[in-house]
């Protein structure tokens, strides 16, 4: 074979190897991209099974996110056509669709999801990422859950992105139905809004109906985000202990933040109940504050207080410096039958472990209100 015959062959060879390569590595290039994405998200150790170049879309289908296959993704697609490989042309879309999470949650380990880590999101130099048809399966102390969601992140300038999403689940023990929207930052700077629309619970000591009101998470600055809120539900029941009307009020950060909490307390005569707790420089202080012209409905409510939450792990020894056995009680009602009211205020407060309380009885006469106390520790004499 001559020199020239052998140089033309090498040049075609050339011809067509050059642009294969040029083409692998730009598939390399798409494929690092998408990585970088999803690890922005979270998914940190995807392995995909199969990719496929399509008309003008590029897919990888069957995507494990964790080493035992718990958690999977099932296609996850970008707009994008050969030439837009070939001539390294920016990807700009990413759909994800058919996204299945395994985790578990309890008190000791917290939320562990197999495969994800979740993260606030990232604009991640997309114009837009697309999720449908995603679920997580989720162990709990109360039993099997599933939630779905659906969200659309699109960029809408060169430093931010917003997000439009949805989290829904409809099970026995929880109903939720949320509207969440965001605003992501290059700088780490996010802000989530929540609304939420008739969520529910059904457990076994705690049931909680007509639940509605918004969620706030904000991250502005190093440290903890800050969280605040505003929920309403028609009916909260803790054991025997049910509630009416409850209005909650969070404002914080995340890890302290201060809440208020009013209701009526049902199965007594005008009864209403505010709660408070607040984050000090020595701890957690709690207030708490609850009126009736009967002795007889706040020594019952202190019963189904002492019943409901003694001894469980709402209290932990919360209860004990309130002295609410039943022969500490008869005294109460006994002391403050004997003095003669018009109406009783009940406070109960101090930091967490060292809760107090008061009755307060008042007495109108002339225009004017006498009061007399009667602690609820029998140490104190009434004055």
Known sequence: ???????????????????????????????????????????????????????????????????????????????????????????????????????????????????????????????????????LDLMTGIGALRFHARGHIERRDNKSAELLGALWGVQHQVRLDSIWKGTFHENGQWDYHGDIHNAAFNLDRFQASRISGWIGIKKESEGFPGLSGQLVAGMVNIGTLHLNDLSLKIDGRIDKHDVRLDARIAGFDDMPVTLESRNTRDGLVVSAKIENNDIRNIVGFLELIQQNLGGTALDSGILTTLMLTPGNLNRIERNISEIGYDNLVLEIGGPLYELSGKITAEMRSDGTVQRQIISLDPIHQPR
Do not use: C
């Open 1 to 135: 074979m001559g020199t020239r015959k052998k140089l033309y062959i090498l040049a075609v060879a050339a011809a067509f190897i050059a642009p294969a390569l040029w083409l692998w590595q730009g598939y390399t290039v798409v494929e690092n991209i998408l990585y970088n994405t999803l690890g922005s998200y979270g998914f940190y150790n995807p392995a995909i099974k199969s990719t496929s170049l399509r008309p003008h879309e590029l897919v990888y289908d069957d995507i494990r996110l964790d080493e035992e296959g718990f958690s999977t993704i099932r296609t996850i697609s970008m707009p994008v056509s050969l030439s837009d490989i070939f001539l390294r042309r920016s990807l700009s879309h990413i759909n994800i669709e058919g996204v299945r999470l395994t985790g578990e949650y309890n008190r000791e380990n917290g939320l562990i999801i197999e495969g994800w880590t979740p993260r606030p999101v990232s604009p991640a130099g997309l114009q837009e990422f697309v999720l449908d048809d995603a679920y």
